[in-house]
T-cell receptor, first 113, second 114 residues
Framework: KNQVEQSPQSLIILEGKNCTLQCNYTVSPFSNLRWYKQDTGRGPVSLTIMTFSENTKSNGRYTATLDADTKQSSLHITASQLSDSASYICVVSFSGNTGKLIFGQGTTLQVKP | DGGITQSPKYLFRKEGQNVTLSCEQNLNHDAMYWYRQDPGQGLRLIYYSQIVNDFQKGDIAEGYSVSREKKESFPLTVTSAQKNPTAFYLC?????????????FGSGTRLTVV
């Protein structure tokens, strides 16, 4: 079954601290993996997109890693800010199957002052 | 500015009533999608369209209908047959499909049954 599983389900950290979110997937054939940030009541916004040949990609304080062999990805947030409080969604797309994305259930991050 | 616009932001539906959610994009994208988001669950695909006048059912199409008469517009109707319509609905568009990098989401419509 094609699935994307994220952990933890929720996370609370203090402002300025780092954190890492996990994503495991069983989607095949794999095309790319994306991380999105979704603020409450808003649409998801893309942070990073990686193909199977890429194993790390950064976007400011966000760094995503991908291990296509173990089918795992992580999103590392450095020096967290209050504005990082949001849901982070891992999304995997099929190769050669237009329109099909598999979404994880998201990790809700709360950054406290 | 190019983007994808959903309206209204909030919508209330009475039992037995059909309602239509609007989605408009000026990105010149060919493909458009509708997703449903429920708490604690991943987004689920309702319908998608890759070209004008053509659309395909997604994973949870029952109780929903769509049309694609113009490239820019992909409205979603939630019919009275949808027994649990309260959810957050997201529209998205892309240049040609899920594998491209231009996948863009709207800001969503929250539908509540009253």
């Amino acid at each position: 079954k094609n699935q994307v599983e994220q952990s933890p389900q929720s996370l609370i950290i203090l402002e300025g601290k780092n954190c890492t979110l996990q994503c495991n997937y069983t989607v095949s054939p794999f095309s790319n993996l994306r991380w999105y940030k979704q603020d409450t009541g808003r649409g998801p916004v893309s942070l990073t997109i990686m193909t199977f040949s890429e194993n790390t990609k950064s976007n400011g304080r966000y760094t995503a890693t991908l291990d296509a062999d173990t089918k795992q990805s992580s999103l590392h947030i450095t020096a967290s800010q209050l504005s990082d409080s949001a849901s982070y969604i891992c999304v995997v797309s099929f190769s050669g199957n237009t329109g099909k994305l598999i979404f994880g259930q998201g990790t809700t991050l709360q950054v406290k002052p | 500015d190019g983007g994808i616009t959903q309206s209204p932001k909030y919508l209330f539906r009475k039992e037995g009533q059909n309602v239509t959610l609007s989605c408009e994009q000026n990105l010149n994208h060919d493909a458009m999608y509708w997703y449903r988001q429920d708490p604690g669950q991943g987004l689920r695909l309702i319908y998608y369209s890759q070209i004008v006048n053509d659309f395909q059912k997604g994973d949870i199409a029952e109780g929903y209908s769509v049309s694609r008469e113009k490239k820019e517009s992909f409205p979603l109707t939630v019919t009275s047959a949808q027994k649990n319509p309260t959810a957050f609905y997201l529209c998205a568009s892309s240049i040609e499909g899920a594998t491209d990098y231009g996948y863009t989401f709207g800001s969503g419509t929250r539908l509540t049954v009253v």
